[in-house]
């Protein structure tokens, strides 16, 4: 009797999550808006960050929305939370800053719209199709049967037991959600350098980053509203040190074409008030990418002078080299520990790929 009980509670509890799930939305400008889904959906699929920014653009030819969500079901969230805040059902593009799952993972409900992005994006979508697909519902049924191991060791109800369930049900959705309803959808339009969109009163041009965080890393600048959405590359807002960009172990990192785009996204004509990453919490300003900028130039010249001279990589990874450049840029961070690490591990990474 019990365990037909706990059954009716889980169907119910099913049957509301559509309408239980959260969203954050913040605006950025009067046309620009972030929205999230809460961390419960987040941390459910397992995705290690609190935080998945799906940005938002109106113009005044429909919407244009940059990256998709990992998951149909958060897609559908943050589409139908986008259509009520924006008052506009129309959506005339969908970019998606690369492939990675929490950035293309619900490009499928968008299947009446045009999706942008990289033309190195259908490899990564197609390894998610192919591999992490199937790991996420692994993951799922692993916390499912977890979850419903300890609930039969408990023998009242009661608060624990309807968390319990609850979690369950979250997991259970989500299960569903992505065997039933996630199918790849790669993209309409792609490109290799730059792609300008003008949709309506907006200019947004898109920028490849070169090889980075993955293969497709793209930088969104929308020019009328001075923002610049980084996608994944330099995570701004997702580690305590904020501004230091982290280069990425086991991945080829082209340090020289981040310099080459950077520093044409910073040319003087591009006004930037705002950068917003997918996974930070705040938006961050135009002194940020500039540190950036900077930071790899210097890294970038520096490992080829040292190379040249047949100075060791341990000399680098010390940050007197380079203490200067951080005493000069004490407003954006100030050396601690912290930066000495990632500033370390940037240099060990990094001297992989520059010749």
């Excluded at 701004?236 to 080459?260: Q, T």
Aim: hydrophobic residues 35%; contains cysteine.
């Amino acid at each position: 009797m019990m365990h037909f009980k706990l059954i009716i509670i889980g169907l119910l509890f099913t049957c509301n999550f559509t309408f239980a799930r959260e969203t954050v939305v913040k605006k950025i400008t009067k046309d620009v808006i972030t929205v999230t889904p809460g961390k419960n959906q987040l941390h459910t699929l397992g995705w290690p960050n609190d935080i998945i920014n799906s940005i938002a653009v109106k113009t005044t030819k429909g919407i244009v929305l940059i990256d998709t969500q990992n998951s149909p079901a958060n897609a559908r969230l943050i589409k139908k939370k986008i259509i009520q805040t924006l008052n506009d059902s129309t959506f005339v593009y969908v970019v998606n800053t690369h492939g990675h799952s929490c950035h293309s993972g619900g490009n499928c409900i968008f299947e009446q719209d045009n999706i942008v992005a990289h033309t190195n994006s259908a490899t990564e979508i197609k390894d998610y199709d192919d591999l992490f697909l199937g790991q996420t519902v692994d993951f799922l049924r692993k916390k499912i049967y977890h979850k419903t191991n300890i609930l039969d060791t408990i023998t009242a109800t009661g608060v624990l037991s309807d968390s319990i369930n609850k979690a369950i049900d979250l997991y259970k959705f989500y299960e569903n959600d992505l065997i039933n309803n996630y199918q790849a959808r790669y993209p309409d339009i792609t490109f290799d350098d730059t792609l300008t969109l003008t949709p309506g009163n907006k200019t947004i041009k898109l920028s490849y980053m070169g090889k980075g965080h993955g293969d497709a890393d793209i930088v969104v600048y929308i020019k009328e509203d001075k923002v610049v959405c980084t996608g994944n590359l330099f995570h701004l807002g997702s580690y305590k040190e904020e501004a230091m960009p982290s280069f990425y172990k086991n991945r080829e990192n082209d340090v020289e074409h981040w310099i080459e785009t950077l520093a044409a996204l910073l040319d003087d004509k591009n006004e930037i008030d705002y950068v917003i990453s997918t996974h930070g919490k705040k938006p961050f300003e135009r002194k940020n990418l500039q540190f950036i900028l900077d930071y790899c130039t210097i890294v970038n010249e520096k490992i080829k002078a040292a190379k040249k001279s047949v100075i060791a990589l341990e000399v680098l990874q010390n940050t007197e080299l380079f203490e200067d450049f951080f005493k000069n840029n004490t407003n954006i961070l100030r050396l601690n520990d912290t930066i000495k690490e990632m500033h370390a591990k940037n240099i060990a990474i990094a001297w992989k790929y520059i010749n």
